[in-house]
């Protein structure tokens, strides 16, 4: 699939608008202007697709206003699934919302992950762009390249800050997975969804110095989205058919 040749013209092109701007930022920025550039391209990207994410927190809000409602239709009809079946998709249906709506905003954001990840993590498309140093390590090495000091002390930090902010992650990620007991699965999220967020940190270990930055940086990003767009709050009467 990182083969395919959509893909590899993307990260070439996403190469050389990482490149341009390393340019702009050389008389500000000097020898890191490229580690610079790979966060603000990082940045402008997840801008991006905000409005992907925006759409995916609205359909959980709608989804989570229902489970009321829910949770009363799968007790009614835990003998009938056929007619449980059409029950929830007719109360999604009334409400305007879809079980599925919030995964395809999801899944329409992975093209661009996997663009990102082609770029800093393969070097695919990058030219010149893993020969620049950041604290005088080269951006396409990894962390068992040449284990001195200075590898040591910029891969800690930026292994330090990713733990961090997978941490964050992972304790939002085990408040939502607080669903009742008895629904199907619950005790299977409540084990897995907190410790996702580390993926990024074990991914982070085997991958060049600018694809940790990217990681780091998006990471952050997801965690302000997270504050920002996934505070909890009541859900006012008649949320649920808000478009």
């Known amino acids: 699939m990182l083969a395919f040749s959509p893909v590899h013209d993307a990260a070439a092109a996403a190469g050389s608008v990482v490149g341009w701007l390393a340019g702009l930022l050389t008389p500000l920025a000097g020898?890191?202007?490229?580690?610079?550039?790979?966060?603000?391209?990082?940045?402008?990207?997840?801008?991006?697709?905000?409005?992907?994410?925006?759409?995916?927190?609205?359909?959980?809000?709608?989804?989570?206003?229902?489970?009321?409602?829910?949770r009363q239709l799968q007790q009614r009809y835990a003998g009938d699934p056929a007619t449980l079946q059409s029950e929830v998709f007719a109360l999604y249906r009334g409400a305007g919302a879809s079980p599925v709506a919030g995964c395809l905003p999801a899944l329409l954001q992975a093209p661009f992950f996997l663009v990102m990840y082609r770029l800093f993590g393969t070097g695919d498309g990058a030219g010149g762009l893993l020969d620049a140093r950041l604290a005088g390590v080269p951006l396409g090495w990894h962390l068992g390249d040449g284990l001195t000091p200075s590898v040591l002390l910029v891969?800690?930090?930026?292994?330090?800050?990713?733990?961090?902010?997978?941490?964050?992650?992972?304790?939002?990620?085990?408040?939502?997975?607080?669903?009742?007991?008895?629904?199907?699965?619950?005790?299977?999220?409540?084990?897995?969804?907190?410790?996702?967020?580390?993926?990024?940190?074990?991914?982070?270990?085997?991958?060049?110095?600018?694809?940790?930055?990217?990681?780091?940086?998006?990471?952050?990003?997801?965690?302000?989205?997270?504050?920002?767009?996934?505070?909890?709050?009541p859900v006012p009467a008649g949320a649920i058919d808000e478009r």
Not at 160 to 181: C, E, Q
Not at 221 to 231: G, I, K, N, Q, S
């Open 31 to 70: 020898g890191v202007a490229t580690a610079v550039a790979i966060v603000l391209f990082t940045i402008a990207v997840r801008l991006l697709i905000s409005p992907l994410t925006v759409a995916q927190v609205r359909a959980e809000r709608r989804r989570a206003a229902l489970a009321p409602q829910l």
């Open 155 to 233: 891969f800690g930090v930026l292994l330090a800050a990713l733990a961090g902010l997978a941490t964050v992650l992972s304790r939002r990620a085990a408040a939502s997975a607080a669903v009742p007991a008895d629904q199907p699965g619950a005790a299977l999220l409540a084990r897995v969804l907190p410790l996702l967020p580390y993926g990024t940190v074990l991914l982070a270990l085997v991958v060049p110095l600018a694809a940790v930055l990217y990681l780091v940086t998006t990471t952050g990003w997801t965690v302000a989205e997270h504050v920002l767009l996934r505070r909890p709050r």
